[in-house]
Each structure stands twice: as C-alpha cells, then as structure tokens.
T-cell receptor, first 113, second 114 residues
Framework: DGGITQSPKYLFRKEGQNVTLSCEQN?????MYWYRQDPGQGLRLIYY???????QKGDIAEGYSVSREKKESFPLTVTSAQKNPTAFYLC????????????FGQGTRLTVV | KQEVTQIPAALSVPEGENLVLNCSFT??????LQWFRQDPGKGLTSLLL?????REQTSGRLNASLDKSSGRSTLYIAASQPGDSATYLC?????????????FGGGTRVLVKP
C-alpha cells in the first residue's frame, strides 16, 4: 500500500530531552512537510523540503530540526529549545507541481511529562 | 495577512440532512484549495482539490465550489450519515507561498445525529 507512515503514534518526552519523530513515504513524492496541530489553532507549518538534501523553515521552526537525506524519509527532531512541544504532529507529502494533492500520515502525539 | 477562516467551528445536524461547510480566504491569488477530513486522533484524509481555474469538484456525495473573487469555498455533503461525523478542514495554496505550503482554516467539527 502506498502512503505515509509516521512513528511512533504516541511519544512522551521529559523536560530537556530531544526526541525524533519519524516520517516515511513510498509515494515517490519530492516534497515533504511537517505540521503541528494544537487545539483550536489549526495546522501550522514547521519545516518543508522540496528535494533531497534541502529543506526550509516554515512558520514555527524555532526549537525544531529536520534532515532529508533520502527521498522517502523526513524525520523531525523536537529539541529541548522547544518550550511547548506538547501537540499533534503531522507529516505530509506531495508531488512537485502547483496542483497536486497533499497526503498526510496518521500523526504522532507528543506529550511532555 | 493571508488567512483562512472556517465558520462555524462546530455544527450538528440530523441524519439525512445536507451539510454545508464554509471556508473563506483573504487573498484570491491562489493555486488551489483542498478539503480534508480528520477523525479524532487521526491524520488528514484528502477529500477534494479544486484548482484556481475550476468552479467546482465532485466526488460521490461531496461537492465543493470555489469563488475566488469573493474568497469563498463551500463543501456540500448530501444526505448526511453518522459516519460523516468528523472535523472538516480547508487549506489554501497561495501563489506567493514558498514551497507550495498549505495554509489551513481552523476546521468545522461536524456531528451527524442518527
């Protein structure tokens, strides 16, 4: 089945820890995105990548880092610099081009304990 | 500022009634608008994508219209069923957006009562 796989589904982070969220896609999409979803605030873009070995900051990149070493993979690291990391994180991908659908993974819920 | 708004935030209808969901956006220079469905605790499922040159798109019981000049899109769901209960989000790709990023509205949470 083609799609986007995010893991883990639930993640708990202690204060001061870095954690990494995984996102893998087998859709052969060039572009990948990370969004954060908070209650009542909709989705906000953290980082995006349009091609391997290149990525750009989104609207709320502070406290996060990413890498894009392979076309299929776009992991997100939530660093200790992110002061309010508890949220639902969604990864998406799309083909290059102006009118292509974005497809989303099932999300990772991160909670600070 | 480019913004997407969905009103109301929540909606409850009896089964069988048609659903009408609204989405408004502040800048008409868009590439496309996409409607998504989100079930609690789950990811987003793409429902329909309307290109800027299109007026509407249809898929089964779903019909989405687009009026760029007024900055509005409407998602119609005919003969609603309890299984249609979910949150519906619209998202816009603006012409000036870097990376073809999506800008989302806050969503409309729908409850279809049996």
């Amino acid at each position: 089945d083609g799609g986007i796989t995010q893991s883990p589904k639930y993640l708990f982070r202690k204060e001061g820890q870095n954690v990494t969220l995984s996102c893998e896609q087998n859709l052969n999409h060039d572009a990948m995105y990370w969004y954060r979803q908070d209650p009542g605030q909709g989705l906000r873009l953290i980082y995006y990548s349009q091609i391997v070995n290149d990525f750009q900051k989104g609207d709320i990149a502070e406290g996060y880092s990413v890498s894009r070493e392979k076309k299929e993979s776009f992991p997100l690291t939530v660093t200790s610099a992110q002061k309010n990391p508890t949220a639902f994180y969604l990864c998406a991908s799309s083909s290059q081009g102006l009118n292509t659908e974005a497809f989303f993974g099932q999300g990772t819920r991160l909670t600070v304990v | 500022k480019q913004e997407v708004t969905q009103i109301p935030a929540a909606l409850s209808v009896p089964e069988g009634e048609n659903l009408v969901l609204n989405c408004s956006f502040t800048d008409s220079a868009i590439y496309n608008l996409q409607w998504f469905r989100q079930d609690p605790g789950k990811g987003l499922t793409s429902l329909l994508l309307i290109q800027s040159s299109q007026r509407e798109q249809t898929s089964g019981r779903l019909n989405a219209s687009l009026d760029k000049s007024s900055g509005r899109s409407t998602l119609y769901i005919a003969a609603s069923q309890p299984g249609d209960s979910a949150t519906y989000l619209c998202a816009v790709t603006w012409v000036k957006a870097a990376g073809n990023k999506l800008t989302f509205g806050g969503g409309t949470r729908v409850l279809v009562k049996p």
